[in-house]
């Protein structure tokens, strides 16, 4: 019996996406709900399985082609007998190996998620030789970062001499390399280039003592994490004080629709989270009602989910105002961009300890420069500079959030 494959049905956000890899190839076997191609979106990374056990009959949209939301990308044959690709390393490496076992050992690639297929490859690392340890004995991207880490504990010294052919090359030769641009780092790029070409925008800049956070962190650290089971950090405080400062400035919680200013009744505030497919966007939604703890809660699922690639459409969808920690890399300042269609982005930096002037006397302080860029076509400059001020004053003396002074 002969089914379509077709590309799972995408949300209104998604116009399209790119057919990123097909795991099997025409007449390989495949085993029910066996990853089969990879979709590419703006957002995510969508994964089609095989609906039953069968064979891949023939592929219509092939690797790097566009697809839309329920297009049929193939045909898939129910009950057939499949074959492995002959003549592989990984399968002649294991010819012992029974045949049941062919969807997993012998194509290795296709028990590996997105994100592990891509550190495999960067580390040139074969797939058959990673034990897995997810659903079904996928290998997941911590099996394969612990493949390389204890790789290289069993062999140090042979990591030098391994990188030596790479730097092997004539005289004055400059080697390039081109690689596609994703479709998730041209959405990307699309969007940072339209915030700039359409907004009017603006960053205004303020500094922040962060001793008096740095010293309830300390005190409570121990209480916290023993009562509930994560670490307090900075952007639980961050994300609580925007929260209470965007209740008094809801212009700077609002988004423009045409020519049109939407006022947001609630505070939902995506957190920006690097990856290595690029920047990603989680939103923490109905902050107000949560407490620090849920919000760190939150910030480290999304953040785990985000490297491991599993980040869903939902997940990114939505949010009123955005937060950005610069400081993780080292960056001292920076001017952070507009994440359409909201009219402004906080953006923290690292805590470096400065000479400041306190009541006429020179004190050594951990410091942290604050930048809020906004649209200046909905945000007046008074607006901005006060909404930053109250961010700084909530920091600098917490109590000011469980008051709301």
Same mark, same amino acid.
Request: aromatic share 4%; net charge negative.
């Given at each position: 019996?002969?089914t379509?494959i077709?590309?799972?049905?995408?949300?209104?956000?998604?116009?399209?996406?790119t057919?990123?890899?097909?795991?099997k190839?025409?007449?390989e076997?495949c085993?029910?709900?066996?990853?089969?191609?990879?979709?590419?979106?703006?957002?995510v990374?969508?994964?089609?399985?095989a609906?039953?056990?069968?064979?891949?009959?023939e592929?219509?949209?092939?690797?790097?082609?566009?697809?839309?939301?329920?297009?049929v990308?193939?045909?898939?044959?129910e009950?057939?007998?499949?074959?492995?690709k002959?003549?592989?390393?990984?399968?002649?490496a294991k010819?012992?190996?029974?045949?049941?076992?062919?969807?997993?050992a012998?194509s290795g690639?296709?028990?590996?998620s997105?994100?592990?297929?891509?550190?495999?490859?960067?580390n040139?690392?074969?797939p058959s030789?990673?034990?897995?340890?997810?659903?079904?004995?996928r290998?997941?991207?911590?099996?394969v970062?612990n493949?390389?880490?204890?790789s290289?504990?069993?062999?140090?010294?042979?990591?030098?001499?391994?990188a030596?052919?790479?730097?092997?090359m004539?005289?004055g030769?400059? #080697?390039e390399? @081109?690689?596609p641009?994703?479709r998730?780092?041209a959405? /990307?790029? %699309?969007r940072l =280039? &339209?915030a700039?070409?359409?907004?009017?925008?603006?960053?205004t800049?303020n500094?922040?003592?962060?001793?008096?956070i740095?010293?309830l962190?300390?005190?409570?650290q121990?209480?916290?994490v023993?009562?509930h089971?994560?670490?307090l950090?900075?952007m639980?405080?961050?994300t609580?004080a925007?929260?209470e400062?965007?209740?008094?400035f809801?212009?700077?919680?609002a988004?423009i629709?045409?020519?049109?200013?939407?006022?947001?009744?609630?505070?939902?505030?995506g957190?920006a989270?690097s990856?290595?497919?690029?920047?990603?966007? #989680?939103?923490? @939604?109905?902050?107000?009602?949560?407490?620090?703890?849920? /919000?760190e %809660?939150?910030? =480290? &699922?999304?953040?785990?989910?985000?490297?491991?690639?599993?980040?869903?459409?939902?997940?990114?969808?939505g949010?009123t105002?955005?937060?950005?920690?610069?400081?993780?890399?080292g960056?001292?300042?920076?001017?952070?961009?507009l994440?359409?269609?909201?009219?402004?982005?906080?953006g923290?930096?690292k805590i470096?300890?400065?000479?400041?002037?306190?009541?006429?006397?020179?004190e050594?302080?951990?410091m942290?420069?604050?930048?809020?860029?906004?649209?200046?076509?909905?945000?007046d400059?008074?607006?901005?500079?006060?909404?930053?001020?109250a961010?700084?004053?909530m920091?600098?003396?917490?109590?000011?959030?469980l008051?709301?002074v």
């Amino acid at each position: 019996m002969s089914t379509e494959i077709k590309a799972p049905v995408f949300p209104e956000s998604v116009a399209e996406g790119t057919v990123a890899t097909w795991h099997k190839q025409p007449g390989e076997a495949c085993s029910r709900d066996e990853l089969i191609v990879d979709i590419e979106t703006d957002k995510v990374v969508l994964e089609v399985v095989a609906p039953a056990d069968g064979v891949i009959e023939e592929i219509l949209k092939g690797e790097g082609d566009i697809c839309e939301s329920g297009e049929v990308i193939g045909r898939f044959k129910e009950g057939a007998a499949g074959e492995s690709k002959p003549a592989e390393s990984k399968a002649e490496a294991k010819p012992e190996e029974p045949k049941e076992t062919v969807s997993e050992a012998a194509s290795g690639d296709a028990i590996l998620s997105p994100a592990a297929r891509k550190l495999a490859e960067e580390n040139s690392v074969d797939p058959s030789a990673v034990k897995g340890t997810g659903k079904d004995g996928r290998v997941t991207k911590e099996d394969v970062q612990n493949h390389v880490a204890s790789s290289k504990a069993a062999t140090p010294a042979a990591a030098k001499p391994a990188a030596m052919p790479e730097v092997n090359m004539a005289p004055g030769e400059r #080697p390039e390399k @081109r690689v596609p641009m994703t479709r998730l780092r041209a959405s /990307i790029a %699309k969007r940072l =280039v &339209e915030a700039q070409q359409t907004a009017a925008m603006l960053t205004t800049f303020n500094e922040v003592n962060m001793a008096p956070i740095m010293e309830l962190r300390k005190q409570y650290q121990d209480s916290f994490v023993k009562r509930h089971g994560i670490k307090l950090g900075f952007m639980s405080f961050f994300t609580k004080a925007a929260t209470e400062a965007l209740k008094r400035f809801p212009a700077v919680n609002a988004s423009i629709d045409g020519s049109d200013m939407v006022y947001h009744g609630y505070q939902d505030i995506g957190v920006a989270v690097s990856t290595d497919r690029g920047l990603v966007v #989680p939103v923490v @939604r109905d902050v107000d009602a949560l407490g620090l703890a849920d /919000i760190e %809660k939150k910030i =480290v &699922e999304y953040g785990t989910k985000a490297k491991d690639g599993k980040l869903g459409i939902e997940d990114m969808t939505g949010g009123t105002f955005t937060i950005t920690n610069g400081g993780i890399f080292g960056s001292l300042i920076s001017t952070p961009i507009l994440n359409p269609p909201q009219t402004a982005i906080l953006g923290m930096h690292k805590i470096q300890e400065r000479p400041m002037a306190v009541n006429g006397k020179v004190e050594i302080l951990p410091m942290m420069y604050l930048a809020l860029s906004y649209d200046h076509r909905m945000v007046d400059g008074k607006e901005a500079v006060q909404f930053l001020v109250a961010i700084k004053e909530m920091l600098e003396d917490p109590a000011r959030i469980l008051l709301d002074v």
